[in-house]
């Protein structure tokens, strides 16, 4: 729960988190080159090895990103965007497919439904027409 | 510039937050001063990813296990430091009594001393 709020108040500062996050991975860069450095390496070397050790930045980068993002959500969105621009694209295609859908699932509303009525909840009795309805007559006088 | 192969552990699932919230303990840290203190205290047997310690360290402040604020490093720098929350604490105590008692079932079962000299 606590999670969620802090989650949405970095969304609303999202390019400052940003910022922020790169500021952070170039000081650890900064660091491991220093540290190369201490070690016995040339400057530009520990550089190098820093970078190397680091891996890829901008993977860094983005693998963090995803720990206070939306990402599953903005990507379902992007899915669903895709989806509708692919069908829009393909009118034909997919009035076909809404039709042919249509009318499956109407067929076998319309099926299940009869063969619901007679055979599902034909009565628990053995001869149904043998069923008598007692009711009170009124009395006329 | 190879790097030499050395029998360096993998870790485990969820091992990563332990050993972080364990580390920051011993008082503030950075991403960087953090890294380098898990691989010394284990001899360099475990070597933390960069790839994978900082989505780490996001998560637990998402979480609220670890809070995050930028102060001077002792060389005069900026960085980010992080710092155990009282929930974070809590939480490594948990995280903790639950990984000495799996140590504990694998020693167990790995050196069956006891009940094999019986």
């Known amino acids: 729960m606590i999670s969620l709020f802090r989650k949405l108040s970095w969304s609303t500062q999202r390019r400052q988190k940003e910022h922020e996050l790169h500021e952070e991975l170039q000081f650890h860069l900064d660091e491991e080159a220093e540290q190369r450095q201490v070690e016995g390496l040339a400057e530009d070397q520990a550089t190098r090895a820093a970078r190397q050790d680091l891996g890829n930045f901008a993977l860094v980068q983005k693998s963090t990103r995803v720990a206070w993002s939306w990402a599953f959500f903005e990507q379902f969105l992007q899915d669903v965007r895709y989806a509708l621009r692919t069908m829009s694209n393909n009118r034909a295609f997919t009035a076909l497919v809404a039709l042919s859908l249509a009318l499956g699932i109407g067929a076998n509303t319309a099926i299940f439904s009869f063969m619901d009525s007679i055979l599902m909840r034909s009565l628990p009795v053995s001869d149904p027409k043998s069923l008598a309805r007692p009711e009170l007559a009124q009395q006329t006088t | ?118």
């Open chain 2, 1 to 118: 510039m190879g790097r030499k192969p050395s029998p360096r552990l993998e870790f485990l699932q969820g091992t990563l937050d332990v050993l972080i919230l364990r580390t920051l303990v011993l008082g503030p840290a950075h991403g960087h001063a953090i890294a380098k203190h898990i691989q010394r205290t284990s001899e360099d047997l475990l070597q933390v990813e960069t790839g994978s310690l900082y989505p780490a360290l996001h998560r637990l402040e998402l979480k609220g296990w670890v809070a995050a604020s930028w102060e001077l490093s002792d060389k005069g720098k900026r960085a980010r430091y992080y710092r155990l929350t009282p929930l974070g604490r809590k939480r490594l105590a948990t995280e903790q009594s639950k990984w000495e008692a799996f140590s504990r079932a694998m020693g167990l079962i790995l050196n069956p001393t006891d009940q094999e000299a019986q």
